[in-house]
């Protein structure tokens, strides 16, 4: 029972890493120790800033990227996963690299949505100002319409909860932030958002589902269901 070795390509950031192993913990069904998967992680909190690259000021993470995956492929893990939704932008150069799957964490929200929320056609995203200006949501969630704060917001209100003094990535994830992204998610709901995406590992840590009125996704729990299943 449940013998696959799973690995996490880690450390964007520390605390968005040991979240997801929880959500793994969490969504695996065991009676003892032993039931649960072999994980294996490396929390490489040196990768680069992912959203600095993509925005041409910062150095490329990929390097990085396919060096950690390559320290779980000595551990012969059978499929991993990225928890920084920022990241997938560089899925497919990591990938090719690799000789273990990696589970596109964008894929497994489209399939969520369309199986849980059939109907849902506006979708809110908080993301970082990398993940918005790749565009990611919209390529791999085509046949929606994906919302987004408009720029003010964007950087006054979702980058200053993630990466501000007192936002999440400087270990604050109270009510500064907090506040923050629900004024966020109030806009994007306000432009007919039916749902909201928590588009950056971070906001989970924050926002969660009883903030809002309207459904929150956390593509890191989403990863977490399929994965283990």
Not at 29 to 38: P, T, W
């Amino acid at each position: 029972m449940n013998d696959k070795i799973i690995g996490i390509i880690g450390g964007m950031g520390p605390e968005a890493t040991a979240d997801l192993y929880m959500k793994i913990i969490k969504a695996t069904k065991v009676k003892k120790d032993q039931d649960h998967f072999r994980v294996i992680i490396d929390s490489n909190a040196k990768i680069p800033d992912r959203t600095k690259a993509i925005l041409g000021i910062g150095q490329s993470p990929v390097d990085a990227l396919v060096e950690t995956g390559k320290n779980l492929e000595k551990s012969d893990v059978d499929i991993a996963c990225l928890p920084c939704i920022t990241s997938h932008y560089f899925i497919d150069e990591i990938q090719e690299k690799l000789s273990y799957p990696i589970m596109n964490a964008l894929v497994e929200v489209g399939k969520y949505i369309e199986h849980d929320y059939p109907h849902v056609k506006n979708v809110g995203i908080l993301a970082t100002s990398g993940t918005v200006k790749t565009g990611l949501f919209s390529k791999y969630l085509p046949n929606m319409n994906v919302l987004y704060p408009d720029s003010t917001t964007q950087v006054q209100k979702v980058m200053e909860a993630i990466y501000g003094d007192e936002g999440i990535k400087n270990g604050n994830t109270g009510d500064k932030p907090l506040n923050l992204l629900k004024e966020a998610s109030m806009e994007l709901m306000d432009k007919g958002a039916e749902l909201i995406i928590s588009g950056c590992t971070e906001i989970a840590l924050a926002l969660k589902p009883h903030h809002l009125s309207r459904p929150l996704i956390d593509p890191m729990m989403v990863v977490a269901n399929a994965i283990t299943k």
